[in-house]
């Protein structure tokens, strides 16, 4: 099952570090502190995305005529949170983008840690535990902690350039959405064949049940709960892919599965964020317009 090529991976990551330092220089010193700081909105996060969802996962599993390749794939995306492009559908959907830059980084650091640990403990595999982590922890320090130390630094020295930049940076981080969305779906698009109908209607079927928990977890305000709909539902293909061809090598199944769940959710996740940007707004943020 072919990746995507280099420069396919690398737009999507210069997606991620532009979309990380245009966040934080459109936002005051201390917000994304505050957003880690509130205990009650981070602790329902972290009980939609590593206790609910690994739970419906392993369900879904169970409910639906799946093969043992393709039940490994969906179990490991269920158990790893924090995808990136939930970043950019944070902003379609306006949504509360600081909340998500928080989750980021939160759900980030522990899918880093505890995927490795799980996939080795609950799967049949080869090779040692741990796998690419050193390379999973330097690629989080370049694309979320460099961007944001960045971000932040410009924001105190220019407040008010920054700002502006900030805006134009995010403008330019659609673009580079876009096209990385485009450009890696072609590589994804075999994924749909190697699967079947139950595969595919276990994805959905998941990928809802995840947009469910998310907005009834994210409080009363409707900003948040559309982060973490989609950031629940966004599950982290960066590092279940390295992980995948480092304990299940020459196993196409469990690569396709984590393939086919990118191929079919991140389009839904634009659909969906892209109809709550425009139907569902607070109640004062519809009286300011």
């Not at 509130?38 to 369900?59: E, Q, S, T």
């Not at 005529?65 to 039940?71: G, T």
């Not at 209607?201 to 559309?226: D, F, H, Q, Y």
Request: charged share 15%; proline share 4%.
């Amino acid at each position: 099952m072919a990746e995507a090529p280099l420069y396919v991976k690398l737009l999507m990551f210069f997606f991620v570090v532009v979309y990380m330092v245009s966040v934080t220089m459109e936002t005051t010193r201390g917000e994304i502190i505050t957003a880690l700081n509130d205990r009650r909105r981070m602790g329902f996060a972290l009980l939609a995305n590593l206790i609910i969802v690994p739970i419906l996962g392993f369900v879904l599993v169970r409910l639906f005529d799946l093969r043992p390749e393709i039940r490994i794939g969906l179990m490991m995306l269920a158990v790893s949170p924090g995808g990136l492009f939930a970043l950019q559908f944070a902003r379609i959907s306006k949504g509360n983008r600081v909340f998500a830059v928080a989750l980021l980084i939160i759900l980030s650091i522990l899918a880093i840690l505890i995927t490795p640990v799980l996939a080795y403990w609950f799967f049949h595999r080869e090779g040692p535990i741990g796998g690419p982590l050193a390379w999973l922890v330097v690629l989080f320090s370049l694309l979320i902690a460099g961007p944001l130390l960045v971000g932040r630094a410009l924001q105190i020295r220019f407040p008010e350039v920054a700002l502006k930049l900030g805006r134009r940076l995010g403008l330019f981080s659609i673009a580079l959405f876009i096209m990385a969305a485009l450009l890696s779906g072609r590589f994804k698009t075999p994924a749909l064949k190697v699967i079947g109908a139950d595969d595919i209607v276990a994805t959905v079927v998941l990928t809802v049940a995840c947009w469910a928990v998310g907005w009834i977890l994210g409080g009363p305000e409707i900003k948040n709960r559309k982060v973490l709909a989609i950031s629940t539902a966004m599950r982290n293909f960066g590092v279940c892919v390295p992980l995948a061809n480092h304990y299940f090598s020459g196993n196409e199944g469990v690569i396709a599965s984590i393939l086919a769940y990118s191929a079919i959710s991140i389009p839904m996740n634009m659909v969906f964020a892209l109809v709550i940007g425009r139907t569902l707004r607070d109640a004062a943020d519809g009286a300011s317009r």
